[in-house]
């Protein structure tokens, strides 16, 4: 049967997808709208079949929060040609939508959502493979809650943190929004020292310990000297005891103490391309 460009928009604009692909779904459909769609989805499990071991090195990641939740989300594709698109983008948006509205908590609890009527999430993504060629993977997602949670997204939208606080009012929002760009820019690996394992823990001392004998210190004093360099190490790399960015005479914890006695950061996720 005669296929008419209308069809064919109506289609594209349904799904996204290509018109030659929209051309042949209707064709194959005999013209039959909702079949459509479903040859769409069957091409797009056709694709993720093949592009299964494909690498998806580019992407998106959105953090977004209200009052006392939060929610992050990273989506994967395989070229930043599809990341930087303006209807990848919204769709991704859409996703994180669903989640929010929902209350999911975990990457399996989002997929299993209805995306709508007919697709769930996880069915999305696999019609999305058909329409876009590539492989898609959301490879992070989390659900933060506390008094206060604070989104940042770093432009570009490769990276953005959320931060969980344990007061409320406006100065403590503002206050979240510069240890979110904190998180960011100095990617801290636990909140505190009390947050890093004892593998970690053991390797720092060991180099430390290497490095002091290395350099001609005393056997005797090398324990000691190890100590101190693990010291070191978690004031640089634990949130609350890194030096704030925008006075590095403070530190993150004196920072919140001095917004709010008390104040303090119980959780933080950050997520990024590289």
């Known amino acids: 049967m005669a296929i008419t460009a209308a069809q ?13 692909d929209c051309k042949k779904a209707l064709a194959e459909a005999e013209g039959d709208f909702e079949k459509a769609i479903d040859v769409l989805r069957k091409k797009g499990q056709k694709v993720a079949a093949k592009r299964g071991d494909n690498e998806v090195k580019e992407g998106v990641i959105f953090a977004e929060s209200k009052g006392s939740v939060g929610y992050i989300l990273q989506l994967n594709c395989e070229t930043d040609f599809v990341a930087k698109n303006a209807d990848f983008q919204a769709m ?30 996880e069915e999305k993504l696999t019609e999305q493979i058909g329409v876009i060629g590539e492989k898609l993977e959301i490879s992070n997602f989390a659900k933060v809650e506390a008094e206060t949670v604070v989104a940042y997204n770093h432009p570009g939208n490769q990276l953005a943190t959320l931060v969980a606080l344990n007061k409320v009012g406006e100065a403590v929002e503002d206050a979240g929004k510069q240890v979110a760009m904190q998180v960011a820019a100095m990617n801290p690996v636990a909140l505190n020292k009390d947050g890093i394992d004892e593998a ?20 005797e004093m090398a324990d000691k000297i190890a100590q101190g360099r693990l010291g070191k190490f ?41």
């Open 200 to 219: 970690t823990i053991a390797r720092e001392l060991e180099v430390g310990k290497d490095l002091a004998i290395q350099e001609g210190k005393p056997a």
């Open 92 to 121: 991704i948006k859409s996703i994180m939508q669903v989640g929010m509205d929902k209350g999911a908590a975990t990457t399996a609890e989002l997929m299993a959502l209805p995306y709508n009527e007919k697709l769930s999430v």
């Open 8 to 20: 064919v928009k109506e289609l594209r604009d349904k799904t996204g997808a290509g018109m030659m």
């Open 234 to 274: 978690f004031k640089e790399n634990t949130l609350l005891s890194q030096a704030f960015i925008k006075d590095n005479k403070s530190s993150v914890e004196q920072f919140l103490n001095s917004t709010e006695k008390g104040l303090t950061v119980t959780e933080f996720k950050r997520f990024s391309l590289s």
